[in-house]
């Protein structure tokens, strides 16, 4: 993946500021914020295990849950038109909105893992 770390399930971005000659990051796909930096790349991915390591031990202290990034649902704004096409052709093949979406999503993402390598 491109311009991204991944630690214990947590993706942190990948930048660099040629200013302050300084690389940096936070996780991505969640509210709380986790940053960090690093002036090579070992010392990037040594600050961003750190810091996921430091927000997982402060939510245990805390007894809260951590925020984890793709829980199995999202929310998509299609807008009137789309959503009732996509309710009625669910009913019409006797799926839930929910089946017919991921059908879709899973197919669509197959079609351009498929195009993106040749």
């Given at each position: 993946?491109?311009?991204?770390m991944e630690?214990?399930?947590?993706?942190g971005s990948v930048h660099f500021s040629d200013e302050d000659e300084l690389f940096y990051g936070k996780a991505e796909f969640i509210r709380s914020?986790?940053?960090?930096?690093?002036?090579?790349?070992?010392s990037?991915?040594?600050?961003?295990?750190?810091?996921?390591d430091d927000y997982l031990e402060l939510c245990d202290r805390r007894a809260s849950e951590p925020e984890r990034a793709f829980?199995?649902?999202f929310n998509v704004r299609t807008g009137t038109?789309?959503?009732r096409r996509a309710a009625l052709s669910a009913q019409q093949r006797g799926m839930n909105l929910n089946r017919l979406v991921t059908e879709a999503l899973e197919?669509?993402?197959?079609?351009?893992?498929t195009s993106s390598r040749q």
């Open positions: 993946m491109k311009d991204m630690y214990k399930g947590y993706f914020l986790i940053s960090y930096e690093g002036h090579d790349v070992s990037l991915k040594t600050s961003f295990h750190e810091a996921v829980k199995g649902s038109d789309l959503h197919q669509y993402l197959q079609q351009s893992s």
